[in-house]
């Protein structure tokens, strides 16, 4: 069944057989039955053909929304087993948000593990406040947080400041438009981040601001789907700065649009320890010269 996930996803980010079948390796009759058993299991359509292109149905949405969260689940099954064989690590917990993973995390464990390549890192993750507070109770070590605190006990280091980004396919009646404004997506065919989210929030506030009603056609707590299904939906989203890496638009035909409100949602992402916390003085010495690389890998 992972295995015909796997594929499934691939077909969908490729749109094509062809291209997917080069890409895993598979004949395209071998490719098709697999989608064929998928659709037979479920008792439903999950591609509509136009041309040669593949285009999801409805259902098929919702599945690949599905499988993606099976293969991050793999994931990070795989990487429990590995660190399960791994002998004698040092261990730093680091405790993020869902929306920190996504954006900030991938680059700053990519640098501490160039600088201390023996560490073995644990993810916990939480919202904002109980990250906050899992650092302040050693349930982490270290906390990823999408803003700036002050706390006795609590050293914060900011890393880099942030905003939302309307984003678009290419060809899409805003794309290109440099003069865009809020008003421009009264009624537009959007995309947004799940309720509950702190993202979520910041978008509500902002439409709630300027009397803006959109028309909501998906909510999703991805970014990865989000970016993958704007294309075939011809929907715009706001998405953050920080995760969009100019291959990342260009590999799903996707532009930005400048939008001077936007701005008003800057924050800042920190992170967050204990004064009394105990990691390593090299660790910690990692911590304060992060800031630069991590402002250039993220493009900011």
Not at 7 to 20: D, G, I, R, W, Y
Not at 123 to 144: A, F, N, P, Q
Not at 147 to 165: A, M, N, R, V
Not at 199 to 217: A, C, H, N, S, T
């Amino acid at each position: 069944m992972m295995e015909d996930l796997l594929v499934f996803t691939t077909v969908v980010e490729q749109s094509s057989l062809n291209k997917a079948s080069k890409l895993l390796n598979l004949s395209q009759p071998a490719l098709s039955r697999k989608i064929a058993k998928l659709e037979e299991e479920w008792g439903v359509s999950l591609f509509l053909r136009k041309g040669k292109r593949l285009e999801l149905t409805r259902v098929g949405h919702e599945a690949y929304i599905y499988a993606l969260e099976q293969r991050q689940r793999h994931q990070n099954f795989l990487q429990s087993v590995s660190r399960f064989k791994a002998s004698e690590r040092s261990v730093v917990t680091l405790g993020a948000s869902l929306t920190t993973i996504q954006t900030t995390l991938p680059p700053l464990v990519t640098a501490l593990m160039n600088k201390f390549p023996d560490i073995e890192v644990k993810l916990v993750t939480g919202k904002t406040h109980e990250i906050v507070s899992y650092v302040r109770d050693r349930k982490v070590d270290v906390g990823v947080i999408a803003s700036s605190i002050s706390e006795t006990g609590l050293k914060c280091i900011p890393l880099f400041q942030d905003h939302l980004e309307l984003v678009v396919p290419r060809g899409h009646e805003l794309a290109g438009n440099h003069h865009a404004g809020m008003e421009d997506l009264n009624g537009r065919s959007m995309i947004i981040f799940s309720k509950g989210t702190w993202y979520r929030k910041l978008i509500d506030d902002l439409f709630g601001r300027y009397g803006i009603i959109p028309d909501i056609r998906m909510e999703i707590d991805s970014f990865e789907a989000i970016v993958r299904l704007l294309p075939t939906c011809k929907a715009a989203a706001l998405l953050p700065k920080s995760y969009l890496r100019k291959q990342l638009l260009k590999d799903n035909d996707l532009v930005s649009v400048p939008m001077r409100e936007l701005e008003q949602t800057r924050r800042e992402t920190c992170l967050v320890y204990g004064d009394k916390s105990e990691l390593s003085h090299e660790t910690k010495e990692w911590f304060t010269g992060i800031k630069e690389s991590l402002a250039e890998a993220l493009s900011l």
